[in-house]
C-alpha cells in the first residue's frame, strides 16, 4: 500500500491522524498549498484510476460505531460504473454519500478513456484511444454529496487533483440540511490540469439551486 497512514501523514505535514480532515480541508482551500500538496502525492504515484484514500480512510477516519460509515470496495465501484446507465450523451454525473470519492473516480476515469461526449469513436475498440486526445474536462459534470466533515476534505483532494469540474456539497441528503458547497473548477481542456476548489457563501440562490432546506452549522 503505497499511502499507508505513515506516508499520507507525512505528506499533510501531520504527527497524528486525528488532525488530517482539518489540515486537508485547509490545503484545498489555499491556491498555492493545494498545487504544492498534489505535486507531492504525485511524486509517490500517478496513478490516479482509484481513490489512494481508501484503505487510509477506513483504518484512521472511518466514523463505523456513530455513523455505521463504510467504504465501497474497489471492485463493486468498477462493477457499480458499469451497470449505471450508459447514455452516449451523459455528461452529468451525480452521487450522493460519495465518501471519499471511490465510484465517482471510476466514473471519471471511464469517462477519460471511452469519451463519449468528445470522440465519435468510442465505440470502436481500435479508436478509443483517441479519447486521450478529444476528453475535455469541461465537457464533464460531477456533482456529489457528503456528510462526513472527516470524508469531504479527501472528496474535495480526489476532485481536484483529476482536474474535474463540479461540485461537492455537504449535507445531508435526505433532509437537505447543508453546512458548505464547493465548487471544483478547471477552466481549460487540459486533462492533466489541477481544479481550483471555491468555497461558496451561503446564499439564497445557492439554496434554491440545490435544494438546500437550511443551512446549518453542525448536523445533529
Same mark, same amino acid.
Given at each position: 500500500?503505497?499511502?499507508?497512514?505513515?506516508?499520507v501523514?507525512?505528506?499533510l505535514?501531520?504527527?497524528?491522524?486525528?488532525?488530517?480532515?482539518?489540515?486537508?480541508?485547509?490545503?484545498?482551500?489555499?491556491?498555492?498549498?493545494r498545487?504544492?500538496?498534489?505535486?507531492?502525492?504525485?511524486k509517490?504515484s500517478?496513478?490516479?484510476?482509484f481513490?489512494? %484514500?481508501?484503505?487510509?480512510f477506513?483504518?484512521?477516519?472511518?466514523?463505523r460505531?456513530?455513523k &455505521?460509515?463504510?467504504f !465501497?470496495?474497489?471492485?463493486?465501484?468498477?462493477l457499480l460504473?458499469?451497470l449505471?446507465?450508459?447514455? &452516449?450523451s451523459n455528461?452529468?454525473?451525480?452521487?450522493?454519500?460519495?465518501?471519499?470519492?471511490?465510484?465517482?473516480i471510476?466514473r471519471?476515469?471511464d469517462?477519460?478513456?471511452?469519451?463519449?461526449?468528445? +470522440?465519435?469513436?468510442h465505440? +470502436?475498440?481500435?479508436?478509443? %484511444?483517441?479519447s486521450?486526445? !478529444?476528453?475535455?474536462?469541461?465537457?464533464?459534470?460531477?456533482?456529489?454529496?457528503?456528510?462526513?466533515?472527516?470524508?469531504?476534505?479527501?472528496l474535495? %483532494? +480526489?476532485?481536484a487533483?483529476?482536474g474535474?469540474?463540479?461540485?461537492?456539497?455537504q449535507?445531508?441528503?435526505l433532509?437537505?440540511?447543508?453546512?458548505?458547497?464547493?465548487?471544483?473548477?478547471?477552466? !481549460?481542456? +487540459?486533462?492533466?490540469a489541477?481544479?481550483?476548489v471555491?468555497?461558496?457563501?451561503? !446564499?439564497?440562490?445557492?439554496k434554491?439551486?440545490?435544494?438546500?432546506?437550511?443551512?446549518?452549522?453542525?448536523?445533529?
Amino acid at each position: 500500500m503505497q499511502f499507508d497512514t505513515k506516508t499520507v501523514n507525512k505528506l499533510l505535514g501531520i504527527d497524528e491522524s486525528y488532525k488530517a480532515p482539518e489540515r486537508m480541508l485547509q490545503l484545498m482551500l489555499n491556491d498555492r498549498k493545494r498545487s504544492e500538496v498534489f505535486k507531492r502525492f504525485l511524486k509517490v504515484s500517478t496513478d490516479l484510476k482509484f481513490d489512494w %484514500f481508501h484503505e487510509y480512510f477506513e483504518d484512521e477516519q472511518a466514523e463505523r460505531k456513530s455513523k &455505521k460509515q463504510d467504504f !465501497t470496495p474497489d471492485s463493486i465501484a468498477t462493477l457499480l460504473n458499469r451497470l449505471v446507465d450508459d447514455d &452516449k450523451s451523459n455528461s452529468h454525473y451525480f452521487e450522493v454519500a460519495a465518501g471519499t470519492g471511490g465510484i465517482l473516480i471510476k466514473r471519471w476515469w471511464d469517462d477519460c478513456l471511452h469519451d463519449r461526449v468528445g +470522440n465519435p469513436f468510442h465505440d +470502436n475498440k481500435q479508436l478509443q %484511444f483517441l479519447s486521450i486526445f !478529444t476528453y475535455d474536462p469541461r465537457r464533464y459534470w460531477y456533482q456529489v454529496e457528503e456528510m462526513s466533515d472527516r470524508a469531504v476534505p479527501f472528496l474535495l %483532494f +480526489n476532485m481536484a487533483i483529476r482536474g474535474m469540474n463540479g461540485v461537492a456539497i455537504q449535507c445531508d441528503s435526505l433532509s437537505r440540511k447543508a453546512k458548505d458547497v464547493y465548487f471544483i473548477r478547471n477552466d !481549460t481542456d +487540459n486533462f492533466m490540469a489541477f481544479s481550483e476548489v471555491i468555497k461558496m457563501p451561503h !446564499t439564497a440562490e445557492l439554496k434554491e439551486l440545490y435544494n438546500i432546506s437550511e443551512w446549518v452549522d453542525k448536523f445533529e
